[in-house]
């Protein structure tokens, strides 16, 4: 079920009749109110369908808003009209004045039903877009990898005046789920020395740029574990294109060279909209302290706290800007990797259970 329709479809065809019927009444109204405000406006079906849709990305922000219905986004709409226009007059040439036509317009009824009827319609048209989640625009290009080896993931990446950034217009028009391995296969990843794209015509072929670049820059061996964990979980996966994307060495400050922070790994589940950092953490190279013999106490428990002080700013600050929660794995936890990589797996694997229709099931029920 979509909404209270079998299929898009039948959203499809069911709202274009409803307009059909209600046509040649709508236009009749528009005409009179064209004639009597004296203002220039098309009354064909055309300058009709202008006068309504054309301000929808004014009225309503359809890039960065995710709308849970129709209703939503038709309220949202109206709120944004509303807002936009509701108080703008202007005066004809006997001396009336006059609020913003669509506005006196939608005070019809029948006019409003059709309005909100064309509304819905092209919320289901564009219905991935209109429902999908909407990421901070921070998010709409990450990069990750260490200060030699920077790569970066768009949503719909462009080149522009030597800067990359997103095609805004194309953002909603995206056919993958954000972050996942179908994003990279369909966008491919943005190499900032050459400025180019790199594109992957296959799996294996990313799955081998994973092993083959990414893991060999690591220093970590308990990172070198969780990549070939991950390619593991991966080949064995099902619905591999919609898996999210295990990101390593996820920057903070972007392609800066003095990086602020990297998180060792990252995952964007779409499905379930959490962000999750993980960092392995063992004591010898996240506490250690230089010269620790020739320290008195109360200098280690200085530079111990600055230490804590950075690993605990590093964390908050994620949380504040991304939305990302982290995770640590410490010495004790590091002694097993696969539970290290079980633990990141079900932040990969979730997903929401789709909601079950009441009214379907009722009628199952007296169908027994």
């Known amino acids: ?65 995710q709308f849970r219905d129709p209703d939503d986004f038709i309220a949202r709409w109206l709120k944004g009209l509303i807002d936009s226009t509701g ?79 997103n095609d805004v217009n194309e953002i909603r028009r995206a056919n993958f789920k954000y972050w996942t391995i179908g994003h990279i296969l369909t966008s491919g990843i943005i190499d900032p020395d050459s400025n180019k794209l790199v594109y992957f015509d296959n799996l294996q072929n990313l799955i081998m740029f994973y092993r083959s670049i990414l893991k060999r820059i690591s220093n970590s061996i308990y990172e070198k574990e969780i990549f070939d964990r ?38 964007f589940n779409i499905h379930t909209n959490d962000f999750i950092g993980f960092e392995f953490s063992p004591h010898s190279t996240h506490m250690a302290i230089n010269g620790i013999t020739k320290k008195t106490q109360v200098q280690l428990n200085s530079d111990l706290s600055l230490k804590w002080g950075k690993e605990m700013d590093k964390r908050n600050e994620y949380f504040k800007n991304f939305g990302i929660t982290t ?21 990969l694997s979730a997903r929401f259970l789709e909601s079950t229709d009441l009214a379907q099931q009722i009628q199952i029920l007296n169908s027994l």
């Open 1 to 65: 079920m979509i909404g209270k329709y079998k299929n898009l479809n039948q959203a499809e065809v069911q709202t274009t009749q409803k307009l059909k019927d209600l046509q040649d009444s709508v236009l009749e109204i528009l005409k009179e109110k064209v004639e009597y405000h004296q203002v220039n406006n098309s009354t064909s079906i055309h300058g009709l369908h202008a006068l309504i849709g054309s301000k929808n990305n004014t009225f309503v922000d359809s890039v960065k808003m």
């Open 87 to 165: 108080h703008q007059v202007h005066t004809d040439k006997n001396g009336r004045t006059h609020k913003y036509i669509l506005i006196e317009l939608l005070k019809n009824d029948t006019f409003r039903d059709y309005s909100f009827t064309f509304l819905e319609r092209n919320f289901y048209r564009n219905y991935n877009a209109r429902t999908r989640y909407k990421p901070k625009e921070q998010l709409w290009i990450i990069w990750f990898g260490d200060n030699n080896l920077k790569w970066g993931l768009a949503i719909t990446p462009t080149l522009r005046n030597s800067e990359w950034t």
């Open 230 to 267: 991950y390619i593991d979980y991966l080949k064995k996966n099902e619905n591999v294109y919609e898996e999210p994307f295990l990101i390593p060495e996820l920057r903070y400050a972007g392609l800066e060279h003095d990086h602020k922070y990297r998180l060792d790994f990252t995952i």
């Open 327 to 347: 995770i640590t794995f410490t010495d004790s936890d590091l002694k097993n990797m696969d539970k290290c990589f079980k633990e990141i797996e079900t932040f």
